[in-house]
């Protein structure tokens, strides 16, 4: 069925194509000036209907550690990644070297004897969506992705889930939140700073996308 925009588009192309035939028989010419701005508008103004990839501009994750006696963040705004529809992909990844906790000693053993950036620097999550999104709906949509999150050179089969919103054309926005377990990681936590750090983390991710040609 004709959108009203595109059947006011259809119908602006009938009329100037009319009297382009008309002033042809007439003997007068309509110049393909006069029209071909209109052309470009409508074109303009539909051209990321169609997208199907996107990319980020900004991101965030956080890895959120809710140990008895200390809640504390870990937060990086250097969060990678896409969104291919056309593929049925969602990739993102962070270079773990960027976790800032706020106290740089702790970011110091975060680092070296957690998480060992030196050996295994980046986090990621790839994985495809059990139902594709509506890339035209207004407002925001839930979604689920299962996938693989690799961390520490250690790759879980994952379920996320989170919400896009494709209402801006311009851009799309990306939350989704998921807990792990450091030891399915087969990362040790040094029992002498055990109460700063727990086992189990929440890990936050927020993104905005712009539309990109695959």
Known sequence: MMT???????????????VAVLGTSWGFVIQPVTFMPLVAQELSGNEHQNTLQW??????????????????????DKLQGLIDLD??????????????????????HMRDSYLETATYPFAEFTGTFLRLPDATALGTQ???????????????????????????????????????????YDIDIPKAVFYE???????????????SSP
């Open 142 to 184: 839930s979604v689920t992705v299962t996938g693989t999150f690799r961390m520490h050179g250690i790759d879980q089969e994952i379920t996320v889930d989170g919400e896009l919103d494709f209402s801006d054309p311009e851009e799309v926005q990306l939350h989704a939140s998921w807990t792990i377990l450091l030891s399915d």
């Open 55 to 76: 990319v980020t501009t900004q991101g965030e994750a956080k890895f959120i550690s809710r140990a008895p006696l200390l809640e504390f963040e870990g937060v990086s």
């Open 87 to 108: 593929k049925n992909l969602v990739d993102f990844y962070i270079d773990l070297e960027t976790l800032d906790t706020g106290i740089e000693l702790r970011d110091k």
């Open 197 to 211: 750090l727990d086992n189990e983390q929440e890990i936050v991710l927020s993104a905005t996308l712009r539309p």
């Open 4 to 18: 009203s925009h595109s059947k006011q588009f259809f119908d602006r192309v009938v009329v100037w194509a009319f």
